[in-house]
């Protein structure tokens, strides 16, 4: 008999949001005429951009008539080329065509990416963040046992509290590896200029790695903040950026996304030698990935052309205008709530003390509206609710004013 990986066995329950899916369809089966609306998982709700579907056809017309086999693994040039034009050199920074490899999603990448880090690596996460930055860790062995609130033993956590604006700074200790995601999912608080320069700082006198999220990058309003970590000195030496175009231009479904890792960044060896980490991940990604397929590489690079950008942008502005009916809308009625200004995340705080879970109940069965508990996100999650503003702006309307009355005050 085989054995198992016994760090699986540590893990905490399921994953977040397939409980969040059985527990809704349970109530679906006991309600099947409930209207429920779903404002949980950040998944877009508007169709793929007309230039990106013409570029799609145009892709499959290409495809019909000659042949596109495997792709370049770390993408086309014609997607690499538009990506460091637009996302990077636009905000004065320059990023080489091999320090970006094109992948299937982000968090595919930020699972991942612990795999070129040695085992006995320790890791900082903030606090609510992302499940998959801690769980993969989890399941690497970098950990001990959860204790009775969810953390686990080796983890260094920083709380993202109310009095530090959701954006905790760097750890007073040394550690090897730190995520950070900015704007912050689940939160919807954004770091500042000065925020990231303190996190560059700590990592260089640390010999540290961050490994920066920015998913949400579109959804930044102020152009005065910080888009990339790269806009910050330093930080080519000690930072790992992830990108996606699932938020920003509707590709849940359809799975394109970036990381960027420039040559300076490294780790070091047993023998104390440094090894590049830009070598490193390139050489697991030629070994377990063949790259995103042509169709959808296409599509991408038609994000960035004029008629994408517009309508792509066009999509996140209907987004941001639903997170500002809901942060407006439950704030007036008593709610405390924080987020959705550069980000499509609410991030509330439970009424009546409730838990996160017990609010989600409640909220289903009084409502009938889906929502995050914000304890699937950590242990200071606890108390805190996520609403997602991916929905139509019917449904938000119709959503706060059920939230209102059955919990307003």
């Not at 008539?65 to 004065?92: M, S, V």
């Not at 995050?372 to 996100?377: Q, V």
Request: aromatic share 10%; glycine share 10%.
């Amino acid at each position: 008999m085989a054995d198992i990986n016994q760090n699986f066995l540590k893990l905490q329950a399921g994953y977040l949001f397939p409980e969040i899916g059985r527990r809704v369809a349970a109530f679906q089966a006991k309600h099947p005429d409930a209207p429920i609306i779903k404002l949980g998982i950040g998944d877009v709700t508007k169709p793929l951009a007309p230039a990106i579907v013409e570029a799609m056809h145009q892709a499959v017309d290409e495809m019909g008539a000659e042949a596109h086999g495997y792709g370049p693994e770390n993408g086309y040039a014609f997607l690499t080329d538009a990506i460091r034009e637009h996302d990077y050199k636009a905000r004065g920074v320059e990023i080489a065509p091999d320090e970006i490899f094109v992948s299937d999603g982000s968090k595919q990448d930020s699972g991942n990416i612990q795999e070129i880090f040695g085992t006995g690596c320790q890791v900082s996460v903030t606090d609510p963040s992302y499940p998959v930055y801690v769980d993969t860790n989890v399941m690497a062995g970098r950990t001990g046992d959860a204790d009775e609130e969810g953390r686990y033993e080796g983890i260094v956590y920083l709380p993202a509290s109310e009095e530090n604006g959701f954006m905790p700074n760097p750890p007073d200790q040394r550690v090897d590896m730190a995520y950070l995601c900015s704007p912050n999912n689940p939160t919807g608080a954004v770091a500042t200029r000065e925020n990231l320069r303190q996190w560059v700082k700590w990592a260089r006198s640390n010999d540290a790695i961050l490994i920066f999220d920015a998913a949400y990058d579109a959804f930044i309003q102020n152009p005065d903040l910080p888009r990339s970590i790269f806009e910050i000195d330093g930080a080519r030496e000690c930072a790992i950026e992830m990108r996606s175009f699932s938020k920003r231009a509707g590709f849940t479904g359809t799975r394109c996304a970036y990381t960027v890792i420039p040559k300076e960044v490294s780790g070091r060896a047993a023998d104390g030698e440094r090894v590049s980490l830009n070598a490193l991940w390139g050489r697991r990604h030629a070994t377990k990935f063949n790259s995103v397929p042509y169709v959808i590489q296409k599509a991408a690079a038609a994000v960035f052309s004029p008629d994408g950008a517009a309508q792509t942008a066009a999509q996140v502005a209907d987004y941001m205008q639903n997170a500002k009916l809901i942060r407006e809308g439950l704030g007036a009625a008593g709610f405390s709530v924080f987020g959705g200004e550069h980000a499509p995340y609410i991030w509330m705080r439970t009424p009546n003390d409730l838990s996160s879970w017990d609010f989600f109940d409640q909220l289903l069965e009084r409502a009938h509206v889906v929502g995050t508990p914000g304890s699937g996100f950590g242990p200071s999650g606890e108390g805190y609710f996520r609403i997602s503003a991916f929905n139509s702006q019917e449904n938000v309307e119709d959503a706060i004013e059920r939230i209102r009355n059955g919990f307003g005050e």
